[in-house]
């Protein structure tokens, strides 16, 4: 199998913590120009494309501004930074767990992206720890849903990520999560939930669908009082939204969940009332790097369980934490 070349290093640094946009000019296209190519592959326009070109912040790996004529070359690389966003600020910190000289495991909290992506750029997880950390290098090994708290683990170096990533792909990390949910007195529990899960692109809510299971959890109950229960669930597999899915099934959705049993819209910007009570809450695996056996535990809490009036009563016209919300335990930490 022909190995795919890797891309050069990018001549322009990081802004705030976010890479710059890097283009490869595909093979087969029948563009004259670079600039043809990006104004028909980025929805831009040509307008915003011819600036940027003029104003010099299209470079190529060089670090040399690309000239509104140049000619199309099939793989060549051209790189820019994009026009971030106005973005409100997720006003609760990402606690550092664990770093070392290979990884770095934060504990992420609610309404905070992982990584850049749509609309969330510069207030993710990646880029805020880049930016308080003085790694640039820094990258995720892997994901949690913006709505979703707890353990996230990233790489320091390059190189080294793919081990890291193989881990998860392989399923060798143990993860267990914490949800708050109603309690059913007539749901049997313990039990390992198997469905097929599907999610279609521009859909918000992946669904079950008849066919070979994809999706396995274990759900387990510790805990229930006055019609509330903590449950502590451990997936199986990795398919996107398996817990809301598998515990709205069970007829158990989390609070806070704006998808499950139905979409009620998403979580807008700026609207940190009734977080969603799911937390990532351990992560276990034997370093592929050092050997070393690790096991983290979040030490937030979720707030519907410890202080239910205080998460429902995140209220306020400007949809932001009243002045009672604002404490370490309200926020959904120690």
């Known amino acids: 199998m022909r190995r795919r070349t890797p891309a050069p290093p990018s001549p322009l640094p990081q802004r705030d913590g976010v890479d710059p946009v890097r283009v490869r000019l595909p093979a087969g296209d029948a563009w004259t120009t670079v600039r043809d190519h990006l104004v028909a592959r980025l929805a831009a326009g040509a307008e915003v494309i011819d600036t940027m070109l003029d104003e010099g912040r299209v470079v190529d790996v060089t670090g040399r501004p690309v000239p509104r004529d140049m000619a199309y070359v099939p793989g060549m690389f051209v790189w820019f930074h994009r026009e971030l966003p106005a973005e409100e600020r997720v006003p609760f910190a990402v606690e550092v767990v664990y770093r070392d000289e290979h990884l770095v ?12 992506r749509g609309s969330h750029v510069t207030e993710t997880a990646l880029a805020r720890l880049r930016r308080e950390l003085g790694l640039p290098t820094l990258g995720a090994a892997h994901r949690l849903d913006r709505l979703t ?20 792909r392989d399923r060798r990390v143990g993860k267990e999560y914490e949800a708050v949910a109603p309690y059913d007195p007539a749901l049997d ?17 992946a669904r079950e669908v008849e066919g070979e299971p994809n ?21 199986r597999t990795g398919q996107t939204h398996q817990l809301r899915v598998h515990m709205s099934a069970l ?6 969940d704006p998808l499950y049993p139905e979409v009620t819209g998403p979580v807008a910007d700026g609207d940190f ?10 992560l276990e695996f034997t370093d592929p790097i050092t050997g070393r056996e690790h ?8 707030t519907a369980w410890s202080s239910y009036e205080n998460w429902a009563g995140w209220t306020g016209r400007s949809g932001r ?14």
């Open 149 to 168: 708290a707890g353990l996230v683990l990233f790489t320091v170096r390059p190189e080294e990520r793919g081990a890291y990533q193989t881990l998860f």
């Open 105 to 116: 495991v934060a504990d992420k909290p609610h309404f905070l992206a992982t990584t850049p």
């Open 215 to 235: 999706a396995v959890s274990r759900v387990e109950l510790l805990d229930h009082r006055n019609g509330r229960a903590r449950y502590r669930l451990v997936p």
């Open 321 to 334: 934490l009243s002045p009672r919300a604002t404490s370490a335990e309200d926020a959904g930490t120690h």
């Open 189 to 205: 529990l313990p039990r390992t939930v198997r469905s097929r899960i599907v999610k279609e692109r521009g859909v918000l809510a």
């Open 273 to 282: 009332r009734r977080p969603l009570q799911l937390l990532a809450r351990v």
């Open 251 to 256: 007829g158990v959705p989390i609070l806070g």
């Open 295 to 302: 096991r983290f535990v979040s030490s937030r809490v979720l």
